[in-house]
């Protein structure tokens, strides 16, 4: 079955210190990829998206991801985390046009100041 | 432009009991998701619409749940009746036809039911 893994469910950094999350997904076939961030009582907001252009993708709020098809990985990145990333973020994979997303089981971000 | 409007934000009812909620997606987003989000855990696809036929029911409990989109525009969801496990937030989305999609999909704010 398709699954997306997302290592570790909780990170925390200091604010100024790099936001590495990890996504992992299981599948042969090359997927859409996306990082969604959920702040308290919210819905979902899309940060970014790939969509078998470019491996490095860049999204909202400074965020970027890279695909990396050896390696089935999907990790986010920030260079510089701020207060107001603290989030929860999600790793989520479509494989077909129209079709359902599988998420993550999300990773929460804390950021301490 | 209008995002994805759900209500209730809330709702608590006691087990055995029903409840439905409503959503209405982005104006001409053919494609409308009912999603369960239980606490601690990624979203989950109970049902998909595309305009008012059912693509994918197959995580959807049918045996008390069902859900319904009339003319293709919004969608009701409803459980009767509520079990303690039902207790999560309950997401819409919708996503627009075409081949740039791209399967993105734009969420509501949800709708947290509390089963007691």
């Known amino acids: 079955a398709q699954s997306v893994t997302q290592l570790g469910s909780h990170v925390s950094v200091s604010e100024g210190a790099l936001v590495l999350l990890r996504c992992n997904y299981s599948?042969?076939?090359?997927?859409?990829l996306f990082w969604y961030v959920q702040y308290p009582n919210q819905g979902l907001q899309l940060l970014l998206k790939?969509?078998?252009?470019?491996?490095l993708v860049k999204g909202i709020n400074g965020f970027e991801a890279e695909f990396k098809k050896s390696e089935t990985s999907f990790h986010l990145t920030k260079p510089s985390a701020h207060m107001s990333d603290a989030a929860e973020y999600f790793c989520a994979v479509g494989w077909n046009q129209g079709g359902k997303l599988i998420f993550g089981q999300g990773t929460e971000l804390s950021v301490k100041p | 432009e209008a995002g994805v409007a759900q209500s209730p934000r809330y709702k608590i009812i006691e087990k055995r009991q029903s409840v439905a909620f409503w959503c209405n997606p982005i104006s001409g987003h053919a494609t409308l998701y009912w999603y369960q989000q239980i606490l601690g855990q990624g979203p989950k696809l109970l049902i998909q619409f595309q305009n008012n036929g059912v693509v994918d029911d197959s995580q959807l409990p049918k045996d008390r749940f069902s859900a319904e989109r009339l003319k293709g525009v919004d969608s009701t969801l409803k459980i009767q009746p509520a079990k303690l496990e039902d207790s999560a937030v309950y997401l819409c989305a919708s996503s627009p036809a075409g081949a740039t999609s791209y399967n993105e999909q734009f969420f509501g704010p949800g709708t947290r039911l509390t089963v007691l």
């Open positions: 790939y969509t078998s252009a470019a491996t």
């Open positions: 599948s042969s076939v090359p997927p859409y």
